[in-house]
């Protein structure tokens, strides 16, 4: 029903900026919910940001003020824009549509690198 392709990550020094983007094809329904979570190494994947058709956001507090989320829902598309990145922000991060409790769909996922 859904495809999820996300932009490559990338590796950036501590301070840069990336910008991830993910295109969704196939039916978008206004009630889906399209976010990011990402997971480091020995880590649970987490919630990053989320963001509704609507524009309502929500962030992860470790993220909050250097992350933004957007969404263009005439292209099926979400944006990461990160900045002020910091080593701890290192993880694979994965582009998430919630559809219902029972379906969600998930993206490939793709590497963020900051280095010290």
């Known amino acids: 029903q859904v495809q999820l392709v996300e932009s490559e990550g990338g590796l950036v020094q501590a301070g840069g900026s990336l910008r991830l983007s993910c295109a969704a094809s196939g039916n978008i329904f206004s009630s889906d919910i399209l976010g990011w979570y990402r997971q480091a190494p020995g880590k649970q994947r987490e919630l990053v940001a989320t963001?509704?058709?609507?524009?309502?956001?929500n962030y992860a507090d470790s993220v909050k003020g250097r992350f933004t989320i957007s969404r263009d829902n005439a292209k099926n598309t979400i944006y990461l824009q990160m900045n002020s990145l910091k080593p701890e922000d290192t993880a694979v991060y994965y582009c998430?549509?919630?559809?219902?409790?029972?379906?969600?769909?998930w993206g490939q996922g793709t590497q963020v690198t900051v280095s010290s």
């Open positions: 963001i509704t058709s609507r524009d309502r956001t």
């Open positions: 998430n549509l919630y559809r219902t409790y029972y379906l969600s769909y």
